[in-house]
């Protein structure tokens, strides 16, 4: 139990976040992440008269307020610097549920400078939780970093690990951001919320002509006369963002209690579904099945055997573009462009493995761009290797590839122990729902490099904060 590693491996989990707190390393991160005064946890005592007396009268302002864990005080004789103090104090809350809103809407680099100054704040208002994700997280961050200084281009590669560093840190932001399940709940609605946006301009796209051919075989799929892709800008991106959108907003229909929200996420849900099938992206076809069906299994295994009449419906349901993509996955014989590029850059990106297992290349197009035209299969040119594991291991070696998927153990450790102990039904579905998402998401990552969108990335890990807040919150309403 002294030990950080073998405690995760062989601690029973309900004792196993004690047991870590034993090791050395676990404390340095509680140190770097606690280890900072906290002059603004709390609110002030009172408020400024004035102010105070608007805000206990407007609706919408109690309702944000009440809702984000971050109350306006009693009035009294509080004066301007009671004012600041609360600013300070909900600043953190608020900016993350403004960057949780805008994640796929906004540039990458305002997204950053609104996460900076919210992670620095957090540090001086929130408590963090030191489990086993943010220890490895903060060890990923690490490695990030020594990659950055030992790639082949440095000066990108280090910018991206700063950026990627930043955005990683919103999996340990969101759960400090979250004291109750109004808040968690909340903060759902803020993620479907942006996720809405995004549906409403991809179905802008389609009426306005806006949607592009860019990204289709046309010798191959001569039906296809488009590709949505919002606000992401690529059909791909977007709809690996809508596998993490999805599964959220149908198991809204089931969690919220209020009929009108329950209706809002219907909406929501097959807005986005609309979406997801505009994208002819065939990789995220069968990664939301194959979430659909996980869901099931977790949920109610009983109704697995309802798949062999929907699988054979398919053919007179689906619209025959759609089907014609998602048949041409298994049409080796006539394979189109993307499949065959893909398998030699696959190919090509595991003969750099040969040689760069241990250390990696370093991080982003410059670093891989330099090295892989050497290893590359005839004229087959690309950013990326278009596999997310594959990707993590040639940029960061082997150690940030073991690193990576024991963050991924952690969420669904922590999620399968949840799901272990959740005997409400809407909680179940929820829970069911997330796990579902992050392996559709995962799925989608071995035909595609889904962190190659910043913005995706970012969101991701929103996401798994989301997960751990509403695991934390509900599972200790449970106990």
Not at 36 to 62: D, E, R, V, Y
Not at 372 to 401: C, D, R, T
Request: proline share 5%.
């Amino acid at each position: 139990m002294g030990s950080f590693i073998a405690g995760f491996f062989t601690a029973p989990f309900e004792k196993s976040e004690e047991g870590i707190k034993k090791s050395l390393f676990v404390r340095v991160v509680d140190k770097v992440l606690n280890g900072f005064p906290k002059p603004f946890a709390q609110p002030p005592p009172t408020w400024q008269k004035g102010l105070a007396k608007t805000s206990s009268n407007s609706w919408m302002i109690h309702t944000l307020t009440d809702n984000f864990d971050t109350p306006i005080p009693p009035s009294g004789e509080g004066g301007i610097k009671s004012v600041v103090m609360w600013g300070l104090f909900a600043l953190p809350v608020w900016g993350m549920a403004v960057i949780t809103l805008t994640a796929p809407i906004i540039p990458t680099m305002m997204l950053a400078g609104l996460l900076l100054p919210v992670l620095f704040f957090l540090l001086l208002s929130r408590t963090f939780e030191v489990n086993h994700l943010a220890v490895f997280l903060l060890l990923f961050i690490i490695v990030n970093m020594m990659a950055g200084f030992m790639s082949f281009t440095p000066r990108a590669s280090i910018e991206i690990a700063l950026l990627v560093s930043l955005f990683m840190l919103a999996a340990i932001a969101v759960p400090a951001c979250c004291r109750s399940q109004k808040s968690v709940d909340f903060f759902f609605l803020i993620f479907l919320a942006g996720a809405g946006v995004t549906g409403l301009v991809g179905i802008w796209q389609v009426f306005a002509g806006y949607a592009t051919q860019t990204w289709i075989d046309l010798d191959a799929f001569t039906d296809i006369s488009l590709r949505v892709f919002s606000t992401l800008g690529n059909p791909n991106v977007y709809g690996t963002y809508l596998l993490l959108a999805i599964p959220l907003a149908a198991a809204c229909v089931v969690f919220l209690k209020h009929p009108f929200l329950k209706l809002c996420a219907a909406g929501l849900t097959v807005l986005l579904l609309i979406n997801l099938v505009l994208t002819f992206s065939r990789g995220c076809y069968l990664a939301l099945a194959l979430a659909a069906g996980i869901f099931v299994l977790i949920i109610e295994k009983r109704f697995v055997i309802l798949f062999i009449p929907a699988i054979l419906a398919l053919p007179f349901v689906l619209p025959p573009a759609v089907l014609n993509r998602l048949m041409s996955v298994i049409n080796f014989a006539d394979m189109d462009t993307s499949t065959v590029f893909r398998l030699n850059i696959w190919r090509g990106t595991i003969r750099i493995l040969q040689d760069f297992w241990m250390t990696g290349i370093g991080q982003g197009i410059g670093a891989y761009n330099m090295v892989y035209p050497y290893y590359a299969l005839a004229a087959v040119v690309s950013p990326h290797s278009h596999n997310l594991f594959l990707q993590i291991f040639v940029e960061l070696g082997i150690v940030g590839l073991v690193v990576f998927i024991c963050i991924l153990a952690c969420f669904f450790r922590t999620m399968v122990n949840f799901m272990r102990h959740a005997t409400e039904f809407r909680l179940r579905v929820m829970g069911g729902a997330m796990i579902a998402a992050v392996i559709g998401f995962l799925f989608q990552g071995i035909f595609d490099y889904v962190f190659y969108n910043y913005r995706v990335q970012l969101t991701f890990y929103i996401f798994i904060g989301l997960c751990m807040a509403f695991a934390k919150v509900y599972g200790k309403a449970r106990d």
